[in-house]
């Protein structure tokens, strides 16, 4: 592996893959070998703009060397950015979202003979917070889990899939089956369980608050984004991470050294 890590952005033309085009040209310990846009983009060939970035391509050049691929392409693209991984024997890091049961198996399978890690959310801030809420909903295990999010109105999913995985931190704490997520519910609810409220409006790059609630007190654990651009040097900082390790699935919380909460 050279001094800086090589890496190859899959997806470069969205809004995620020019935030690490950006990233990386200022990082010290990292190069852009390869800026991958789909087959047919009207960017194929042509320049990114950015200082010292290679040009768009569709095709990953077989001469080039790397040593992580990151992939923002979405689930049309995550096949084949791990198929390339595996053949070149590299890290392989995706936030790709909406993901099947066969490309999850399809990552399973790969992270036999190379480094995965795979996260819904690369801020490192939301990483320490899933941690806090882990041990909280364990160590207070009949307290009510109220999860709150927002973001900007034109997010579809809801609740946000860092709010699923918060959630999921807290049921596995708790050693629960993970609910079914509703939001918007009527009526009363059962001690201990997990619940959540969400909001859609303006420009709100992303707000997660988990409370839990007992009898007569409240915790409260907030996560605020102000800077699309936190999630792009957390996915930089995985790639970087990841592509010393061996093979194998791998999350956020283990570059941090959180465990596998």
């Given at each position: 592996m050279s001094e800086s890590t090589r890496i190859i952005v899959n997806g470069a033309a969205g809004r995620m893959g020019q935030a690490l085009l950006k990233a990386i040209a200022e990082h010290d310990d990292a190069v852009l070998s390869a800026a991958l846009v789909r087959p047919g983009s009207t960017l194929d060939g042509k320049s990114s703009g950015i200082a010292s970035t290679p040009t768009y391509t569709s095709v990953a050049p077989a001469a080039i060397d790397f040593d992580a691929l990151i992939d923002v392409s979405g689930a049309s693209g995550f096949s084949a950015a791990l198929q390339l991984a595996v053949q070149r024997s590299v890290?392989?890091?995706?936030?790709?979202?909406?993901?099947?049961?066969?490309?999850?198996?399809?990552?399973?399978?790969?992270?036999?003979?190379?480094?995965?890690?795979?996260?819904?959310?690369?801020?490192?801030?939301?990483?320490v917070l899933a941690h806090l809420v882990g041990e909280a909903a364990r160590l207070l295990p009949a307290w009510d889990i109220e999860i709150l999010e927002a973001h900007h109105r034109h997010k579809r999913d809801a609740p946000s899939g860092t709010a699923l995985m918060l959630g999921q931190h807290a049921a596995r704490a708790r050693d629960i089956d993970f609910p079914d997520p509703v939001a918007d519910?009527?009526?009363?609810?059962?001690?201990?369980?997990?619940?959540?409220?969400?909001?859609?409006?303006?420009?709100?790059?992303?707000?997660?608050?988990?409370?839990?609630?007992?009898?007569?007190?409240?915790?409260?654990?907030?996560?605020?984004?102000?800077?699309?651009?936190?999630?792009?040097?957390?996915?930089?900082?995985?790639?970087?991470?990841?592509?010393?390790?061996?093979?194998?699935?791998?999350?956020?919380?283990?570059?941090?050294?959180?465990?596998?909460?």
């Open positions: 890290a392989f890091v995706s936030g790709s979202t909406g993901l099947d049961e066969f490309q999850m198996r399809e990552m399973h399978r790969a992270a036999q003979v190379i480094p995965v890690l795979w996260a819904a959310n690369f801020s490192i801030g939301v990483v519910r009527g009526g009363s609810r059962i001690e201990g369980s997990i619940g959540y409220a969400v909001s859609r409006g303006g420009d709100v790059v992303g707000e997660h608050e988990v409370r839990l609630l007992g009898s007569g007190e409240r915790i409260e654990l907030i996560h605020r984004a102000s800077d699309r651009d936190i999630f792009a040097r957390g996915a930089l900082k995985a790639a970087c991470w990841l592509s010393g390790q061996a093979p194998g699935r791998y999350g956020m919380t283990d570059m941090l050294e959180l465990g596998r909460a």
